[in-house]
């Protein structure tokens, strides 16, 4: 199960009517999911005329952001979501602790009430895949070695950070797809117990010691329960 799948089954259970995506870059994802208003956020799309095309109906009903998640939120998002709130956010940006952090508190100061947000690359699957670089390029050069450069960061503090301290809220990953985090408000099934301190000191080997624990990692079957409560 990919993404694009998780997000659509979601978005059709819920009936979700806003749908943001931070990180589109070729708009393969963001252009096969479904939503009535779409908003796509990112420094540089690259979005091929073909694909465009082909998408020609999701093109036309979803407005572009060729800027950072970080100036979409402080001038563009107040007046976006003013009438009407972000049902499901999708953050797959820069793939950093401090960044998806940050994207996820911004779109939840904008989420309606029964709202997801879901992040990409929860679940790197090697120390390389899960290091804190800044792009693909980035990694190549710490990795030169390296002959396949999957590149998913250290997202998963994210996921840690809020199982430790945001007891309000509902938080699992799936394990598909290099790894899709789910939240939403709601009683927490169990919790962590990690100061910000030690969420900053922990390392992919302590991920890779307790992988399950920390990202509350779920098999992709999972999905059909979580939607029956939608």
């Known amino acids: 199960m990919n993404r694009k799948e998780i997000i659509n ?15 589109v870059q070729t708009g393969k994802n963001f252009l ?17 005329l073909k694909r465009k095309i082909w998408y020609f109906l999701s093109w036309i009903k979803s407005r572009f952001f060729e800027m950072t998640s970080d100036d979409f939120f402080n001038n563009r998002a107040s007046n976006i979501f003013k009438e009407k709130p972000l049902d499901v956010a999708f953050i797959d940006g820069l793939h ?16 309606s009430k029964n709202g997801i947000i879901m992040f990409h690359d ?13 792009s693909p390029q980035d990694m190549k050069e710490k990795f030169p070695k390296k002959e396949t450069y999957e590149w998913n960061g250290d997202v998963w503090k994210s996921i840690v950070r809020l199982r430790s301290l ?15 985090g789910v939240v939403r408000r709601g009683k927490p099934h169990d919790m962590l117990s990690y100061t910000l ?22 098999n992709a079957a999972y999905l059909n329960e979580f939607v029956q409560t939608l």
């Not at 096969?32 to 091929?48: G, L, S, T, Y």
């Not at 950093?96 to 989420?111: A, G, P, V, W």
């Not at 030690?198 to 509350?216: G, M, P, S, V």
């Open 9 to 23: 089954r979601i978005n059709s259970a819920w009936g979700v009517e806003t749908y943001l995506e931070i990180g």
């Open 32 to 48: 096969k999911v479904a939503a009535p208003k779409k908003i796509a956020v990112d420094p540089e799309f690259k979005i091929k």
């Open 96 to 111: 950093t602790y401090e960044q998806s952090f940050r994207d996820f508190e911004n779109c939840f100061r904008h989420l």
């Open 122 to 134: 929860c679940n790197p699957d090697s120390f390389e895949a899960a290091a804190p670089a800044f």
């Open 166 to 180: 945001h007891p309000e809220l509902e938080v699992f990953t799936l394990d598909c797809d290099y790894g899709i």
């Open 197 to 218: 301190e030690e969420i900053d000191n922990l390392t992919y080997a302590d991920l890779k010691a307790d992988r399950k624990r920390f990202l509350n990692l779920k």
